[in-house]
């Protein structure tokens, strides 16, 4: 969670977020300890702290600094969306680099959403899905042909996701249920 100072709540951009308000905080670097009185001789003001962590002994980092009426920084990212950070946290790169840095137990719990992760889960998969296709053969004739072998503890994830999906892109009624 990412908290608004009070220049914060009073600010334009801000001030219809709720306190805390959440937010993709990804950074290497971090502003902490500012020096609060030339930061005012600048006209600038800190808007909104991160998270309280009572067991990390640093200060709180600055998430965002209004510098003047055009010019807000932020250190979080407000361009972010569930789906695309999703889409970002499955990437092999982003993978690779947070269980270099963090494990492969935090991947897990950045990438898969907790409402969606399968209760003991482990490496082994408890779901087979096999897609078949009728398909000419090299004789030309109509065969069955295996396309697609997947296997995954969370093969099944996707569905939950699937019936607000068809209804964005297709007008189905309401009154049928997946």
Request: aromatic share 10%; net charge negative; glycine share 6%.
């Amino acid at each position: 969670p990412v908290h608004l100072t009070p220049a914060g709540e009073a600010d334009p951009v801000l001030d219809q977020l709720p306190e805390p308000f959440y937010a993709v905080d990804s950074r290497d670097y971090q502003l902490t300890d500012i020096d609060e009185a030339r930061l005012a001789e600048l006209g600038a003001s800190v808007l909104c702290l991160e998270k309280e962590r009572p067991h990390v002994p640093l200060a709180r980092a600055v998430m965002a600094i209004r510098f003047s009426p055009e010019v807000l920084g932020t250190q979080f990212h407000p361009e972010a969306d569930g789906e695309g950070m999703l889409r970002y946290m499955l990437t092999e790169e982003r993978k690779q680099q947070v269980i270099t840095a963090y494990g492969e137990d935090k991947y897990h719990d950045m990438a898969i959403p907790p409402h969606q992760r399968v209760p003991r889960e482990d490496e082994h998969a408890e779901f087979l899905t096999f897609d078949f296709a009728v398909c000419r053969g090299s004789d030309g004739e109509l065969e069955p042909q295996l396309i697609e072998m997947q296997g995954f503890p969370s093969l099944y994830a996707f569905q939950s996701w699937l019936p607000d999906i068809f209804r964005q892109h297709y007008p189905i009624p309401e009154s049928v249920t997946p």
